[in-house]
Each structure stands twice: as structure tokens, then as C-alpha cells.
């Protein structure tokens, strides 16, 4: 692994419980903070706003063609539609995944993924492989991709011929072959391992792979180049693979932890990082220690 020649990130906002699912859009950053169950505005130079207060703590983030904000409520295992005004229902998942919804990536023409966790409260440790919920416009949902473990970020390679699906508790990136269809349902084919960070684990147990496991992807961005940034949420770093699977670049971030992370700017040349303690070392729900912080990079968002 190389040290990344970009500039060292620099912290623009603090005070948050847990930044989380970072999206570039219209010239603004936009993130969940989980804790205080609210989604945020940010300017290029850390200012905010609160957009909208999302119950359940809310995840992942999109939006739909005609601009609606769509957030996953990850308690109550939804996708909410913020239109501006009001906050509704867009997708209830039921039974269709175990744990709470995770992040998620919508598509241009209005069609959501999103990932789950795949365990229970009553077995926190204890995964079970899971898939991910493909959400259409109107709302109606399915479970697709099955056999994956703790599915968390999703993007699409810049030529939007696969989708890359983070894997966290295996270490692992996978790849989706992806068509769409003639309404923009994105159908997923055969799937390959993209990247593989060290031995591939033989168990399912969140605390053991903690403990034992160097890289934990999370949150992934993909800049024009192919590459993918990866937010490595136990390592304290954002690394950049290339398509060959080399770690190529690393963001060194200190003390904390990088949870999730996007391109975005003027140019698509800064990276933003949603940083927060180590899990395990403070508890969220009631500190405000997470961080957004950014860094100049080479390769702008694709």
C-alpha cells in the first residue's frame, strides 16, 4: 500500500453523533446523522443545515428523478421520501430482510438497492447471509442478490456495467454484472469477487471479525478512473483500489474511523469523509464526536 499523495484531509464539521451515506448533489454535500436522526445540508466549506428529521435512524441516501430526497430508515426497515415539505413512506421491506436496512444506492431512473444487516438485537453478533431490496418508483419491493454478508455501500462502475456491493464482515467487494431494463429496473447477473481484502474469513460473527480483520469496507465512491475509494471503517483510513484490485492510495485520518465517503465539489476532486470513533470506543448516542472532514484528490467522481 502507497501513501496517497493527495493532501492530508482537514476536518470542515464536527459536533455530529454519526455521519453516515455522504452524497454529492446540486452543489451541496448531503448525510444522514444517525443518532439525531436528521438529515444534513453541507456547503463546500463544512457549513449545515438540517433537511429533514428521519425516525429510525436514517442511512442511506438518493434521489429520485424528479429531485425527492429518498433516505432508509434503518430501525423500521423503509425508505422514506422527503419532497421538501413532508416526509412519507416510500417503501416498507416487512420480511424481506433480517436486521435493519443499510445503505443504499438509487439510479438515475428512479430504481433503489439497498443493503441490510443481516442479524437480530436478540443475536447482535451473529450474522445470517442476506441480500440486497431492490425498491422501484412507485414503492414496490424484492429481494435480490441473496447470499451476500452485511451488503453496505453500493456504486456502479462508471461504465454502469456492474454494480460493486461492499461486504463488510468478509472483508470484500463484489461485483454484480448489471442490465436495465426497458423501465430502469436494474437486473443483476453473475457476481465476482472485486477485491478481497486478505483471507477471506470462514465465519459469520461481527465481534470476531472486528477483532481479527485488517480492512472492514464500508462506504465506497468511484471516480472516473475506475477506481474505487473505499472507506476502511476499522483501519482509519479511505483507500483507493484500482479495477485491477490494487490498493493504490490511502487517506490516513488519525484517531478515528472512516465510516462512509463521496466525491464531490465543484470540480468532483474533494473527498469527503464521515468519520467517527472506533466502534466500541465511545458510545454515539450520546457523545458527538464524528467528523466530516475532506481531502484533494487526483481522479474526479465518475
Not at 484531509?9 to 439525531?36: C, K, M, N, Q, V
Not at 438540517?50 to 429520485?64: A, I, N, Q
Not at 471503517?233 to 483507500?239: E, G, V, Y
Not at 474511523?257 to 464531490?264: F, T
Request: aromatic letters at 8%; glycine letters at 10%.
Amino acid at each position: 500500500m502507497s501513501r496517497s499523495p493527495c493532501e492530508e484531509a482537514t476536518t470542515i464539521a464536527s459536533g455530529f453523533s454519526f455521519l453516515e451515506s455522504p452524497r454529492w448533489h446540486e452543489g451541496a454535500l448531503f448525510a444522514s446523522d444517525f443518532y439525531s436522526e436528521r438529515v444534513l445540508r453541507f456547503d463546500p466549506s463544512g457549513t449545515h443545515e438540517t433537511v429533514c428529521s428521519v425516525p429510525g435512524r436514517p442511512s442511506g441516501l438518493g434521489f429520485s428523478p424528479d429531485g425527492s430526497l429518498l433516505v432508509t430508515s434503518m430501525l423500521n426497515r423503509a425508505v422514506m421520501r422527503w419532497d421538501g415539505r413532508k416526509l412519507s413512506a416510500h417503501a416498507r421491506f416487512g420480511n424481506l430482510i433480517t436486521g435493519y436496512a443499510n445503505d443504499m444506492l438509487v439510479t438515475p431512473e428512479g430504481w433503489a438497492l439497498v443493503g441490510s444487516f443481516g442479524n437480530s438485537d436478540a443475536h447482535p453478533d451473529s450474522l445470517q447471509r442476506t441480500g440486497l431490496v431492490r425498491v422501484s418508483p412507485d414503492g414496490t419491493a424484492d429481494l435480490i442478490a441473496p447470499g451476500l454478508v452485511f451488503p453496505n455501500g453500493i456504486v456502479f462502475t462508471p461504465n454502469r456495467t456492474e454494480i460493486i456491493v461492499a461486504e463488510t464482515f468478509a472483508a470484500r467487494l463484489s461485483a454484480f454484472y448489471c442490465s436495465v431494463g426497458a423501465d430502469g429496473r436494474p437486473e443483476l447477473g453473475t457476481s465476482r469477487t472485486w477485491k478481497q481484502f486478505g483471507e477471506a474469513p470462514d465465519y459469520l460473527d461481527i465481534a470476531r471479525a472486528t477483532r481479527e480483520l485488517e480492512v472492514l469496507p464500508d462506504g465506497l465512491a468511484t471516480d472516473s478512473d475506475g477506481a474505487i475509494w473505499v472507506a476502511s471503517s476499522n483501519s482509519h483510513a479511505a483507500l483507493r483500489v484500482s479495477p485491477e484490485g490494487e490498493i493504490v492510495e490511502s487517506i490516513d485520518v488519525g484517531e478515528l474511523s472512516v465510516y462512509s465517503l463521496a466525491l464531490g465539489g465543484e470540480d468532483g476532486r474533494t473527498l469527503f469523509l464521515c468519520c467517527s470513533p472506533t466502534l466500541g470506543t465511545s458510545d454515539p448516542t450520546t457523545t458527538n464526536e464524528s467528523v466530516l472532514m475532506a481531502a484533494r484528490v487526483d481522479a474526479p467522481a465518475a
